[in-house]
């Protein structure tokens, strides 16, 4: 009975190791799988690392991949994502995240020369599957803080006009009181459109400024008011909010 019960312990210390040194490697596919689902788009990443004592998760080298209709194999490159959050919340089932934070390098924006861009493709922006993804998010119920965003480089390459244009934005914003309401994927394009013109990629601005009213921080309030003056006066969103923040007269 001793032997056995010595086997035994010995037996659980190598599966609580084991699956501690694999808890990383089961993050990674997790993130892979979540980042799929949530985009609709493949993705890439380096090394992902999980502190669950901390309750941080950080993951560095994202690649969001293309799909293969696209020549342009890379969508969005982000160097690092890293998330806190309370640990109990998770247990609850209804996360509750301190912040979120997204250090993206380089955005990608094709469009095709059918006039499709991969913008559109995006889940809950209006492209295919924005349905599937609302009705997701609306059962899973979730709470962030803080979101920091900043964004690097947007290049746009244009298949039907043969040009590609680089914007070197390097722009950071800061938003709070996001919940499941609230696209995170959204919250990056506006971000975008604050600083530069996306016209003419199948985005409806006044679709990524839904579900906005308990969001606070950044430049929400003049994305909100610049995507409502587009249909008065026909400006882009870029002509209309760059107004209302300072230093964009």
């Known amino acids: 009975m001793k032997k056995f019960l010595l086997r035994l312990i010995v037996l659980l210390i190598i599966v609580v190791a084991v699956a501690f040194l694999a808890r990383n490697l089961i993050a990674r596919k997790a993130v892979q799988i ?27 080298d994202l690649h969001l991949m293309n799909t293969a209709d696209f020549e342009e194999p890379t969508f969005v490159k982000m160097p690092t994502f890293t998330v806190d959050y309370q640990i109990g919340s998770m247990i609850s089932g209804a996360p509750h995240i301190n912040e979120m934070v997204l250090d993206i390098s380089q955005v990608n924006v094709v469009k095709k020369a059918n006039g499709e861009s ?20 609306a059962s899973r119920k979730y709470q962030i803080d803080k979101v920091q965003i900043h964004i690097g480089t ?30 995170i994927t959204r919250l990056v394009l506006m971000t975008m459109m604050s600083r530069m013109s996306l016209a003419n990629l199948g985005i409806n601005p006044n679709d990524l400024t839904k579900n ?10 003049a994305l909100t008011e610049g995507a409502g ?6 400006t882009s969103l ?5 107004k209302k923040i300072p230093g964009q007269q």
């Not at 995006?122 to 009705?135: D, F, K, M, R």
């Not at 244009?158 to 914007?167: F, N």
């Not at 308990?214 to 430049?219: D, L, P």
């Open 34 to 60: 979540g980042f799929t689902k949530y985009t609709g788009f493949p993705l890439e990443l380096g090394a992902v690392s999980i502190a669950p004592a901390f309750g941080r998760v950080e993951v560095k």
């Open 118 to 137: 991969n913008l559109q493709k995006l889940e809950g922006v209006g492209g295919e599957g924005s349905t599937n993804a609302a009705t997701a998010k």
């Open 154 to 183: 947007v290049t746009v390459i244009d298949k039907q006009r043969g040009s590609t244009h680089a914007v070197p934005l390097n722009i950071s914003a800061t938003y709070e009181n996001i919940s499941e309401a609230t696209d």
């Open 212 to 221: 906005l009213q308990g969001v606070t921080g950044g430049a929400t309030k």
């Open 229 to 234: 003056a587009i249909e008065s006066s026909g």
């Open 238 to 242: 870029f002509n209309s909010i760059k």
